[in-house]
C-alpha cells in the first residue's frame, strides 16, 4: 500500500543545534515528494519539494532535504535552527495523482 | 505565489444548524480542490476531492450527505457541514490544485469549527 511515515511524533532541540525530521514512504515507484509546515490554527506552507533530478533539494527558512531512493526516505534538515521554527511539520507525498497523502506529522519544540 | 483564501477561520453553531466553509484560488484557476479534516495533533486526513462543474469525490467513511461540495467555478469551492453535531468539531483545511499531477497543492489557513 502507499504510505508516509514519520516515524518521531515529536522532536526538541536546543536553539542553534541541528536538525533532521525523519520520512518514509511505501511505493513501487518514486513519488512527488513535499515538505509542509504547519503552525498551531494555520495551514500548511510548503517548504519543499522533489520532483526528479538533484536528489538534496533546497528549501525556504534554511531548510533541505535529501532523497534516498535506496532507503525510500526523504529526510529534512536544517543546520540551525531557530526558535520561529518550533510547529507541525509533515511529509507527504503524490503517488501518481494530484492528491497528497500525508505522514502523521513531526511535533519539533525548540528550548532556549 | 499562489494564495488560497479559506473563509470564515474559526465559527461556532449549534447542534443541527449547517455551516458553509469557503475555499477561493486567488490568483489562479483552479480545476481541483481538496477538503481535508485534522483532528488536534494529528494528520490531515483527505475527506473529498472537489472538480470543478462536476460531482465530489468522497474518500471512503465520509458522508457525502453530511459534507456537501459544491465547486461551482474554477476559484471556488464549498463545504457544508449539514446537521452539525460536536463530533463534527474540527479543523477544516482546503487546499488548491492547478491540475497539473506534481504540481504542490497551496492550502487555505483553514477553519476551526466547533459545535455546541
Known amino acids: 500500500a502507499q504510505s508516509v511515515t514519520q516515524p518521531d511524533i515529536h522532536i526538541t532541540v536546543s536553539e542553534g543545534a541541528s536538525l533532521e525530521l525523519r520520512c518514509n514512504y511505501s511505493?513501487?515507484?518514486?513519488?512527488?515528494l513535499f515538505w509542509y509546515v504547519q503552525s498551531p490554527g494555520q495551514g500548511l506552507q510548503l517548504l519543499l519539494k522533489?520532483?526528479?533530478?538533484?536528489?538534496l533539494v533546497q528549501g525556504i527558512k534554511g531548510f533541505e532535504a535529501e532523497f534516498k531512493r535506496s532507503q525510500s526516505s526523504f529526510n529534512l534538515r536544517k543546520p540551525s535552527v531557530h526558535w520561529s521554527d518550533a510547529a507541525e511539520y509533515f511529509c507527504?507525498?503524490?503517488?501518481?495523482?494530484?492528491?497528497?497523502?500525508f505522514g502523521t506529522g513531526t511535533r519539533l519544540t525548540i528550548i532556549p | 505565489g499562489a494564495v488560497v483564501s479559506q473563509h470564515p477561520s474559526w465559527v461556532i453553531c449549534k447542534s443541527g444548524t449547517s455551516v458553509k466553509i469557503e475555499c477561493r484560488s486567488l490568483?489562479?484557476?483552479?480545476?481541483?480542490m481538496f477538503w481535508y479534516r485534522q483532528f488536534p495533533k494529528q494528520s490531515l486526513m483527505l475527506m473529498a476531492t472537489?472538480?470543478?462543474?462536476?460531482?465530489?469525490?468522497?474518500e471512503q467513511g465520509v458522508e457525502k450527505d453530511k459534507f456537501l461540495i459544491n465547486h461551482a467555478s474554477l476559484t471556488l469551492s464549498t463545504l457544508t457541514v449539514t446537521s452539525a453535531h460536536p463530533e463534527d468539531s474540527s479543523f477544516y483545511i482546503c487546499?488548491?490544485?492547478?491540475?497539473?499531477?506534481?504540481?504542490?497543492?497551496?492550502f487555505g489557513n483553514g477553519t476551526r469549527l466547533t459545535v455546541t
Open positions: 487546499s488548491a490544485s492547478r491540475g497539473v499531477t506534481n504540481s504542490p497543492l497551496h
Open positions: 511505493y513501487g515507484a518514486t513519488p512527488y
Open positions: 522533489y520532483f526528479s533530478g538533484d536528489t
Open positions: 507527504a507525498a503524490n503517488f501518481g495523482n494530484e492528491k497528497l497523502t
Open positions: 490568483d489562479f484557476q483552479a480545476t481541483t
Open positions: 472537489s472538480n470543478e462543474g462536476s460531482k465530489a469525490t468522497y
